[in-house]
C-alpha cells in the first residue's frame, strides 16, 4: 500500500503533517477521498471532520477544519484553513461554552440582523469540535 504526504496548516503554523493512505474532507461540491497519486486539484472546503486513514487501515486520526481549501498533488496534499485543530487538542470545555453562547445570541437574533451569520458560523464550528473531540479510536482487530 502507498501513501501520500499530508500536511494541515494555519496561519499560526502546521497543525499536522504525516504520510497516509487515505484522506476524506468534505469539499464544497460533496465529500472527497483522495489516495496516493490523485490527480491535482483545488476545492474550497467546508466546515467539516477531515479523517486521515494511516496505512495500516486501523490507525485514523481525525481534525476539525474550519473551512479552508484542499491542494492535491500526486505526491503532496495540503489543507489550509483559517482554523484547525486535531481531536486531542481540542478543548471540551471551551467549545462547549462557545457553543452555549452561540445559541444564546441565536435565540436573541433574527436571521437579517447583523451579527447571526457570525453566531451561526461560531454554533458549526463548536459543534464540529464537540462531534471530532467525541469520536472513539478505531479498536484493533486481532
Request: glycine share 6%; proline share 4%; no cysteine.
Amino acid at each position: 500500500m502507498s501513501t501520500v504526504h499530508t500536511e494541515i496548516v494555519t496561519p499560526a503554523g502546521k497543525v499536522y503533517a504525516g504520510d497516509v493512505h487515505m484522506v476524506s474532507v468534505r469539499a464544497t461540491s460533496g465529500e472527497m477521498g483522495i489516495l496516493p497519486r490523485h490527480m491535482p486539484i483545488v476545492a474550497p472546503l467546508e466546515i467539516a471532520m477531515v479523517r486521515l486513514k494511516h496505512e495500516d487501515e486501523q490507525t485514523v486520526d481525525y481534525a476539525a477544519v474550519h473551512g479552508g481549501f484542499i491542494q492535491v498533488a500526486p505526491d503532496q496534499i495540503t489543507i489550509l484553513s483559517e482554523a484547525a485543530e486535531m481531536k486531542d487538542q481540542i478543548d471540551v470545555e471551551r467549545a462547549q461554552r462557545a457553543q452555549a453562547e452561540a445559541q444564546e445570541a441565536l435565540n436573541t437574533l433574527h436571521e437579517s440582523s447583523k451579527g447571526y451569520h457570525e453566531a451561526l458560523l461560531k454554533l458549526k464550528r463548536s459543534e464540529l469540535r464537540l462531534k471530532v473531540a467525541a469520536l472513539r479510536d478505531p479498536v484493533k482487530q486481532g
